[in-house]
Protein backbone atom coordinates (compact mmCIF):
# COMPACT_ATOMS: atom_id res chain seq x y z
CA UNK A 1 0.00 0.00 0.00
CA UNK A 2 1.79 3.30 -1.14
CA UNK A 3 2.29 6.33 1.50
CA UNK A 4 -0.91 8.00 1.12
CA UNK A 5 -3.14 5.33 1.28
CA UNK A 6 -1.49 4.52 4.73
CA UNK A 7 -2.26 7.95 5.77
CA UNK A 8 -5.77 7.70 4.71
CA UNK A 9 -5.91 4.99 6.70
CA UNK A 10 -4.66 5.92 10.14
CA UNK A 11 -6.41 9.07 9.87
CA UNK A 12 -9.83 6.57 9.95
CA UNK A 13 -8.50 4.72 12.45
CA UNK A 14 -7.21 7.85 14.62
CA UNK A 15 -10.79 9.09 14.80
CA UNK A 16 -12.18 5.50 15.70
CA UNK A 17 -9.53 6.11 18.68
CA UNK A 18 -9.88 9.44 19.89
CA UNK A 19 -13.10 9.02 21.97
CA UNK A 20 -11.24 6.63 23.87
CA UNK A 21 -7.82 8.53 24.42
CA UNK A 22 -8.20 10.47 27.53
CA UNK A 23 -4.31 11.82 28.71
CA UNK A 24 -1.08 12.41 27.06
CA UNK A 25 0.32 9.42 27.52
CA UNK A 26 -2.20 7.34 25.73
CA UNK A 27 -2.17 10.10 23.03
CA UNK A 28 1.36 9.29 22.30
CA UNK A 29 1.25 5.86 22.23
CA UNK A 30 -2.33 5.67 20.32
CA UNK A 31 -2.13 8.05 18.15
CA UNK A 32 1.33 10.16 18.31
CA UNK A 33 3.34 7.05 17.28
CA UNK A 34 1.69 5.26 14.64
CA UNK A 35 2.02 8.09 13.04
CA UNK A 36 5.79 8.40 13.35
CA UNK A 37 5.80 4.65 12.08
CA UNK A 38 4.27 5.55 8.89
CA UNK A 39 6.88 8.21 8.26
CA UNK A 40 9.37 5.66 7.90
CA UNK A 41 10.69 5.94 11.92
CA UNK A 42 11.39 3.39 13.82
CA UNK A 43 10.03 3.99 17.29
CA UNK A 44 11.89 1.89 19.25
CA UNK A 45 15.07 2.39 17.60
CA UNK A 46 16.96 4.93 19.50
CA UNK A 47 19.12 6.09 17.15
CA UNK A 48 16.03 7.28 14.92
CA UNK A 49 13.24 8.09 17.54
CA UNK A 50 14.45 9.29 21.11
CA UNK A 51 11.70 10.02 23.76
CA UNK A 52 12.34 12.59 26.28
CA UNK A 53 15.57 13.65 24.59
CA UNK A 54 17.79 16.42 26.84
CA UNK A 55 17.48 20.12 25.10
CA UNK A 56 18.45 22.54 28.10
CA UNK A 57 18.33 26.44 27.25
CA UNK A 58 21.09 27.94 28.60
CA UNK A 59 20.90 28.18 32.22
CA UNK A 60 17.51 25.88 32.74
CA UNK A 61 18.15 22.38 33.12
CA UNK A 62 16.29 19.44 32.97
CA UNK A 63 14.42 20.62 29.72
CA UNK A 64 12.93 17.08 27.72
CA UNK A 65 11.40 17.27 24.36
CA UNK A 66 9.36 14.44 24.33
CA UNK A 67 10.49 12.92 20.87
CA UNK A 68 13.64 14.06 19.01
CA UNK A 69 14.30 12.41 15.59
CA UNK A 70 17.23 11.46 14.42
CA UNK A 71 18.36 10.58 10.69
CA UNK A 72 22.44 9.76 10.25
CA UNK A 73 22.71 10.40 14.22
CA UNK A 74 21.19 13.74 13.89
CA UNK A 75 18.61 15.01 15.42
CA UNK A 76 16.14 16.57 12.70
CA UNK A 77 12.75 16.84 13.94
CA UNK A 78 11.28 17.96 17.57
CA UNK A 79 7.63 17.16 18.67
CA UNK A 80 5.96 17.98 21.79
CA UNK A 81 2.98 16.37 22.68
CA UNK A 82 -0.07 17.17 24.60
CA UNK A 83 -3.00 15.62 25.95
CA UNK A 84 -5.18 14.51 22.40
CA UNK A 85 -8.35 17.10 24.25
CA UNK A 86 -5.70 19.79 25.22
CA UNK A 87 -5.56 23.09 22.67
CA UNK A 88 -2.47 23.63 21.51
CA UNK A 89 -2.35 27.54 22.18
CA UNK A 90 -0.07 28.41 24.29
CA UNK A 91 2.28 25.45 24.42
CA UNK A 92 4.36 26.65 21.00
CA UNK A 93 6.48 28.66 23.64
CA UNK A 94 7.75 25.69 25.05
CA UNK A 95 8.42 23.66 21.87
CA UNK A 96 10.97 27.05 21.23
CA UNK A 97 13.28 26.58 24.21
CA UNK A 98 13.82 23.27 22.68
CA UNK A 99 14.20 24.50 19.32
CA UNK A 100 16.67 27.42 20.04
CA UNK A 101 18.85 24.82 22.53
CA UNK A 102 19.39 22.58 19.46
CA UNK A 103 20.94 24.35 16.06
CA UNK A 104 20.72 21.18 14.36
CA UNK A 105 17.35 20.53 14.23
CA UNK A 106 14.93 22.70 11.61
CA UNK A 107 11.75 21.45 12.18
CA UNK A 108 9.62 21.81 15.30
CA UNK A 109 6.46 20.13 15.48
CA UNK A 110 3.48 20.82 18.19
CA UNK A 111 0.69 17.80 18.67
CA UNK A 112 -2.09 16.40 20.63
CA UNK A 113 -2.45 13.79 17.97
CA UNK A 114 -5.00 15.09 15.65
CA UNK A 115 -3.86 18.71 15.29
CA UNK A 116 -0.18 19.20 13.81
CA UNK A 117 1.71 22.37 13.74
CA UNK A 118 4.98 22.83 11.97
CA UNK A 119 7.53 25.25 12.98
CA UNK A 120 11.09 25.91 11.32
CA UNK A 121 13.65 29.55 11.49
CA UNK A 122 12.03 31.68 8.58
CA UNK A 123 12.71 35.26 10.35
CA UNK A 124 15.57 34.50 12.34
CA UNK A 125 18.65 31.86 12.55
CA UNK A 126 18.22 28.78 15.05
CA UNK A 127 15.29 31.08 16.63
CA UNK A 128 12.19 29.48 15.72
CA UNK A 129 9.30 31.12 14.13
CA UNK A 130 6.27 32.65 16.13
CA UNK A 131 3.66 31.19 13.94
CA UNK A 132 3.82 27.82 12.07
CA UNK A 133 4.24 27.61 8.36
CA UNK A 134 2.23 24.42 8.21
CA UNK A 135 -0.89 22.63 9.80
CA UNK A 136 -3.09 20.05 9.59
CA UNK A 137 -5.51 18.02 11.21
CA UNK A 138 -5.55 14.11 11.12
CA UNK A 139 -9.24 14.26 10.82
CA UNK A 140 -9.78 16.23 7.78
CA UNK A 141 -6.94 15.64 4.90
CA UNK A 142 -6.72 16.93 1.92
CA UNK A 143 -4.52 16.02 -1.37
CA UNK A 144 -2.21 18.79 -0.56
CA UNK A 145 -1.61 17.38 2.94
CA UNK A 146 -0.94 13.98 2.19
CA UNK A 147 1.97 15.21 -0.41
CA UNK A 148 3.56 17.61 2.23
CA UNK A 149 2.92 15.35 4.84
CA UNK A 150 5.09 12.79 2.64
CA UNK A 151 7.96 15.24 2.42
CA UNK A 152 8.22 14.39 5.99
CA UNK A 153 8.84 11.05 5.54
CA UNK A 154 12.37 9.18 6.90
CA UNK A 155 13.07 8.29 3.15
CA UNK A 156 12.48 11.95 1.83
CA UNK A 157 13.20 14.26 4.63
CA UNK A 158 15.58 17.08 3.45
CA UNK A 159 16.63 20.01 5.74
CA UNK A 160 17.40 22.15 2.79
CA UNK A 161 14.00 21.32 1.01
CA UNK A 162 11.71 21.71 3.56
CA UNK A 163 13.31 25.33 4.55
CA UNK A 164 12.70 26.34 0.82
CA UNK A 165 9.14 24.50 0.90
CA UNK A 166 8.45 26.26 4.43
CA UNK A 167 9.04 29.69 3.16
CA UNK A 168 7.38 29.01 -0.33
CA UNK A 169 3.97 27.93 1.80
CA UNK A 170 4.34 31.38 3.99
CA UNK A 171 4.63 33.35 0.94
CA UNK A 172 1.30 31.12 -0.55
CA UNK A 173 -0.38 31.85 2.31
CA UNK A 174 0.02 35.69 2.82
CA UNK A 175 -0.50 36.34 -1.23
CA UNK A 176 -3.32 34.07 -0.93
CA UNK A 177 -4.72 36.09 2.09
CA UNK A 178 -4.26 39.23 0.21
CA UNK A 179 -5.74 38.12 -3.00
CA UNK A 180 -8.55 36.95 -1.72
CA UNK A 181 -9.59 40.27 0.60
CA UNK A 182 -8.03 41.83 -3.31
CA UNK A 183 -11.13 39.41 -4.65
CA UNK A 184 -13.92 39.89 -1.88
CA UNK A 185 -13.52 44.30 -1.13
CA UNK A 186 -11.40 45.38 -4.24
CA UNK A 187 -9.13 48.63 -3.57
CA UNK A 188 -9.53 52.14 -5.65
CA UNK A 189 -6.27 51.09 -6.82
CA UNK A 190 -6.99 47.93 -8.29
CA UNK A 191 -10.19 48.68 -9.56
CA UNK A 192 -8.18 51.69 -11.71
CA UNK A 193 -6.16 49.36 -12.87
CA UNK A 194 -8.27 46.76 -14.59
CA UNK A 195 -10.86 49.58 -15.80
CA UNK A 196 -7.91 52.13 -17.29
CA UNK A 197 -7.92 50.78 -20.56
CA UNK A 198 -11.37 50.05 -21.69
CA UNK A 199 -13.24 53.20 -20.06
CA UNK A 200 -11.94 56.15 -21.73
CA UNK A 201 -14.07 57.86 -18.72
CA UNK A 202 -12.02 60.00 -16.22
CA UNK A 203 -12.01 57.75 -13.43
CA UNK A 204 -13.84 59.66 -10.51
CA UNK A 205 -15.02 58.39 -7.30
CA UNK A 206 -18.63 57.75 -8.68
CA UNK A 207 -17.12 55.67 -11.84
CA UNK A 208 -15.13 53.67 -9.26
CA UNK A 209 -18.64 53.24 -7.11
CA UNK A 210 -20.64 52.05 -10.35
CA UNK A 211 -17.91 49.65 -11.23
CA UNK A 212 -17.01 48.21 -8.19
CA UNK A 213 -20.16 45.96 -8.40
CA UNK A 214 -19.42 45.07 -11.94
CA UNK A 215 -15.66 43.99 -11.09
CA UNK A 216 -16.57 41.92 -8.54
CA UNK A 217 -19.21 39.78 -10.02
CA UNK A 218 -16.58 39.71 -13.20
CA UNK A 219 -13.88 38.37 -10.63
CA UNK A 220 -16.55 35.62 -9.31
CA UNK A 221 -17.45 34.54 -12.71
CA UNK A 222 -14.06 34.20 -13.92
CA UNK A 223 -12.67 32.28 -11.03
CA UNK A 224 -15.91 30.27 -11.54
CA UNK A 225 -14.50 29.59 -15.12
CA UNK A 226 -11.00 28.82 -13.57
CA UNK A 227 -12.09 26.01 -10.94
CA UNK A 228 -14.23 24.56 -14.11
CA UNK A 229 -11.60 24.44 -16.74
CA UNK A 230 -8.54 23.78 -14.89
CA UNK A 231 -6.16 23.38 -17.59
CA UNK A 232 -4.78 25.99 -20.42
CA UNK A 233 -6.61 26.44 -24.01
CA UNK A 234 -4.40 23.97 -25.49
CA UNK A 235 -4.65 21.51 -23.19
CA UNK A 236 -8.62 21.79 -22.56
CA UNK A 237 -8.88 20.91 -26.57
CA UNK A 238 -6.80 17.66 -25.92
CA UNK A 239 -8.82 16.85 -23.03
CA UNK A 240 -12.10 17.50 -25.30
CA UNK A 241 -11.27 15.40 -27.77
CA UNK A 242 -10.14 12.57 -25.69
CA UNK A 243 -13.23 13.04 -23.66
CA UNK A 244 -15.13 12.96 -26.82
CA UNK A 245 -13.47 9.68 -28.28
CA UNK A 246 -13.69 8.19 -25.11
CA UNK A 247 -17.51 8.72 -24.77
CA UNK A 248 -18.02 7.27 -28.01
CA UNK A 249 -16.11 3.97 -27.38
CA UNK A 250 -17.92 3.72 -23.85
CA UNK A 251 -20.82 4.01 -25.50
CA UNK A 252 -20.39 1.67 -27.69
CA UNK A 253 -19.66 -0.94 -25.18
CA UNK A 254 -22.70 -0.64 -22.50
CA UNK A 255 -25.74 0.01 -25.31
CA UNK A 256 -26.52 -1.52 -27.91
CA UNK A 257 -29.86 0.10 -28.81
CA UNK A 258 -29.71 3.84 -29.56
CA UNK A 259 -32.63 4.87 -27.41
CA UNK A 260 -31.77 2.34 -24.75
CA UNK A 261 -31.15 5.81 -22.81
CA UNK A 262 -35.20 6.57 -22.74
CA UNK A 263 -35.80 3.10 -21.03
CA UNK A 264 -33.49 3.95 -17.88
CA UNK A 265 -35.16 4.64 -14.42
CA UNK A 266 -33.26 6.30 -11.96
CA UNK A 267 -33.79 4.36 -8.38
CA UNK A 268 -34.54 5.14 -5.01
CA UNK A 269 -31.25 3.13 -3.86
CA UNK A 270 -29.30 4.69 -6.66
CA UNK A 271 -30.59 8.44 -5.12
CA UNK A 272 -29.37 7.16 -1.48
CA UNK A 273 -26.16 6.02 -2.68
CA UNK A 274 -25.34 9.09 -4.22
CA UNK A 275 -26.39 11.45 -1.52
CA UNK A 276 -24.18 8.85 0.87
CA UNK A 277 -21.36 9.09 -1.75
CA UNK A 278 -21.77 13.53 -1.67
CA UNK A 279 -22.14 13.21 2.47
CA UNK A 280 -18.22 11.04 2.18
CA UNK A 281 -16.77 13.34 -0.09
CA UNK A 282 -18.23 16.78 2.07
CA UNK A 283 -17.24 15.10 5.14
CA UNK A 284 -13.37 14.29 4.05
CA UNK A 285 -12.91 17.77 3.03
CA UNK A 286 -13.76 17.62 -1.14
CA UNK A 287 -15.44 19.64 -3.04
CA UNK A 288 -18.86 18.28 -4.26
CA UNK A 289 -19.33 21.80 -6.87
CA UNK A 290 -18.61 19.65 -9.86
CA UNK A 291 -19.62 15.89 -8.99
CA UNK A 292 -22.81 14.91 -10.73
CA UNK A 293 -24.68 11.35 -11.26
CA UNK A 294 -25.46 9.48 -14.70
CA UNK A 295 -27.63 6.76 -14.80
CA UNK A 296 -27.46 4.36 -17.67
CA UNK A 297 -29.34 0.34 -18.22
CA UNK A 298 -25.78 -0.82 -16.75
CA UNK A 299 -24.90 1.18 -14.12
CA UNK A 300 -25.25 4.50 -12.09
CA UNK A 301 -22.02 6.64 -12.69
CA UNK A 302 -20.87 9.03 -10.06
CA UNK A 303 -18.35 11.47 -11.85
CA UNK A 304 -16.07 15.03 -11.54
CA UNK A 305 -17.32 17.87 -14.29
CA UNK A 306 -17.39 15.37 -17.50
CA UNK A 307 -19.19 11.64 -17.29
CA UNK A 308 -15.80 10.24 -18.13
CA UNK A 309 -14.01 11.31 -15.30
CA UNK A 310 -16.09 9.22 -13.08
CA UNK A 311 -14.77 7.36 -9.90
CA UNK A 312 -16.93 5.23 -8.95
CA UNK A 313 -20.11 3.39 -11.12
CA UNK A 314 -22.83 1.79 -9.02
CA UNK A 315 -24.72 -1.79 -9.98
CA UNK A 316 -27.66 -1.91 -7.07
CA UNK A 317 -29.88 -4.64 -8.63
CA UNK A 318 -32.22 -6.27 -6.00
CA UNK A 319 -29.71 -9.22 -5.78
CA UNK A 320 -26.44 -8.03 -6.39
CA UNK A 321 -24.86 -4.59 -5.70
CA UNK A 322 -22.03 -4.12 -6.76
CA UNK A 323 -19.04 -0.75 -7.01
CA UNK A 324 -16.65 -0.51 -10.08
CA UNK A 325 -13.28 1.65 -9.72
CA UNK A 326 -10.77 2.68 -12.29
CA UNK A 327 -8.63 1.42 -9.45
CA UNK A 328 -6.37 -2.14 -9.77
CA UNK A 329 -7.74 -4.85 -7.68
CA UNK A 330 -4.37 -5.12 -6.02
CA UNK A 331 -4.91 -1.41 -4.86
CA UNK A 332 -8.48 -2.08 -4.10
CA UNK A 333 -7.39 -5.39 -1.76
CA UNK A 334 -4.76 -3.22 -0.13
CA UNK A 335 -7.14 -0.62 0.90
CA UNK A 336 -9.84 -3.33 1.86
CA UNK A 337 -8.34 -6.47 2.62
CA UNK A 338 -12.10 -7.65 4.08
CA UNK A 339 -13.94 -6.90 0.58
CA UNK A 340 -14.63 -9.64 -2.22
CA UNK A 341 -12.64 -7.74 -5.18
CA UNK A 342 -12.57 -9.23 -8.83
CA UNK A 343 -11.31 -7.70 -12.14
CA UNK A 344 -14.27 -5.74 -14.18
CA UNK A 345 -15.42 -7.03 -17.22
CA UNK A 346 -13.68 -5.33 -20.03
CA UNK A 347 -15.41 -1.68 -20.99
CA UNK A 348 -16.50 -1.28 -17.72
CA UNK A 349 -13.80 -0.54 -15.58
CA UNK A 350 -10.47 -2.35 -13.54
CA UNK A 351 -12.19 -3.57 -10.42
CA UNK A 352 -15.38 -4.90 -8.66
CA UNK A 353 -16.82 -5.07 -5.33
CA UNK A 354 -19.38 -6.78 -3.95
CA UNK A 355 -21.55 -5.36 -0.83
CA UNK A 356 -23.84 -6.44 1.40
CA UNK A 357 -25.80 -3.41 1.33
CA UNK A 358 -25.60 0.12 0.28
CA UNK A 359 -24.52 1.03 4.20
CA UNK A 360 -21.20 -0.37 3.06
CA UNK A 361 -20.50 2.64 1.42
CA UNK A 362 -19.45 4.38 4.35
CA UNK A 363 -16.94 1.53 5.34
CA UNK A 364 -15.25 2.13 1.93
CA UNK A 365 -14.99 5.63 2.47
CA UNK A 366 -10.69 5.21 1.63
CA UNK A 367 -11.91 3.91 -1.28
CA UNK A 368 -14.23 6.51 -2.32
CA UNK A 369 -11.84 9.03 -1.51
CA UNK A 370 -9.22 7.76 -3.44
CA UNK A 371 -10.73 7.04 -6.53
CA UNK A 372 -12.44 10.67 -6.18
CA UNK A 373 -8.98 11.70 -5.90
CA UNK A 374 -7.37 10.16 -8.94
CA UNK A 375 -10.22 10.68 -11.25
CA UNK A 376 -9.22 13.80 -13.05
CA UNK A 377 -5.63 11.91 -13.36
CA UNK A 378 -7.49 8.94 -15.65
CA UNK A 379 -9.90 9.03 -18.37
Not at 75 to 102: C, G
Amino acid sequence: MDFKNEIQKLSLQICERKSHVTNEEMTKQALIIPFLQKLGFDVFNPLEVRPEYDADFGKKKGEKVDYAIFKNNVPIIFIEAKSVNEPLAKHDAQLSRYFNATPEVKVAILTNGIEYKFYTDLTQDNIMDNEPFYSFSMEVLSNVDLETIESFTKEKFNADRILKYAEELVYMSNLNSTLKELFKNPSDDFLRFLIKDFSNTRITNNVLERFRPIVKKAISNTLLEIISEGLSPKELVQQEVAVSTAEIVEQEAVSEEPSSRSNVITTEDELKAYELVLNILKKNSRDISQVQSKDTTNYYAIYKRVSTSWFIRLTLDENKKMVTTKLSPDRVSELHPELTVTEAPKGYGASRILLDSLDDLVKITPLILLAYDEADTRI
